[in-house]
């Protein structure tokens, strides 16, 4: 990736982790529309930042864990931004809009980042795997956003502990520790949203058990509905 364009290595990365970030915006704000939006401006702001990264990290470069940095700050701004604009008068809004730069207007128009057959439904009983889409959803909203962070790079992302404290900027035994709690309170939750019943098992099945909610989270987050591009 060091050899190409920048414009280049963002498409690349598009066709890669495109449905990733998406994904991971979307577990975080629970808006369709939104997380579309946050999406592109997350691959806008990768563009505009990929040369220094490259730059700077030299052969140590991870992209992945980098890009869904950009995406969590995004999502960040993005409040912030809406926090701000409660407070601004509608007509410094219109003298604020009025402004706008060429550049905004041309990523405003800019084509959604999903690549082509993107949201496809694999081959599955579609009424069972809304029904368990809609727990999965309903589940992760419910737990705190810092647990929910946590586990969305781990299971979403497939980041290892030590990446996910260097993308969070917090110590590796924090996250260990934000994980299992994030594990266990998905699991109850889970159970109360989809009627399953919560049992003491041993270690081992409680491992195997959790495995499978780890599977079943990523599989159901990663597959949607079709929607229109």
């Given amino acids: 990736m060091d050899s190409i364009s920048a414009a280049q290595a963002v498409e690349a990365l598009i066709y890669e982790y495109g449905k990733l970030v998406f994904h991971t915006i979307y577990g975080l704000t629970g808006d369709w529309e939104e997380s579309q939006d946050l999406t592109q401006d997350t691959f806008h702001q990768a563009l505009k ?45 219109h003298e604020r809009n009025a402004e ?47 647990l929910r962070t946590c586990l969305l790079l781990s299971v979403l992302g497939g980041l290892s502990s030590r990446e996910i404290a260097a ?22 939750l889970y159970a109360q949203e989809s009627g399953e019943e919560i049992s003491d098992n041993a270690p081992a099945v409680l ?14 987050t990663t597959v949607t509905p079709n929607v229109t591009q």
Avoid at 106 to 124: C, D, F, I, K, M
């Fill in 49 to 93: 930042a990929i040369d220094a990264a490259r730059a700077t990290s030299g052969i140590h470069f991870q992209a992945k864990a980098w890009l869904l940095r950009i995406a969590l700050n995004t999502v960040r701004m993005q409040r912030r931004r809406r926090s701000i604009f409660r407070f601004i008068p509608f007509s410094h809004m």
């Fill in 100 to 146: 706008e730069t060429d550049d905004e207007r041309l990523n405003e128009r800019a084509a959604p980042v999903q690549p082509r057959g993107y949201g496809a439904v694999e081959t599955e009983d579609l009424a069972e795997l809304i029904s368990e889409q809609d727990a999965v959803r309903r589940t992760m909203a419910r737990l705190p956003e810092v």
């Fill in 167 to 188: 993308v969070l900027d917090i110590h590796e035994a924090a996250v260990r520790q934000r994980l299992t709690r994030a594990r266990k309170q998905f699991q109850q």
């Fill in 207 to 220: 491992q195997a058990e959790n495995k499978r909610k780890d599977t079943h989270l990523y599989r159901l």
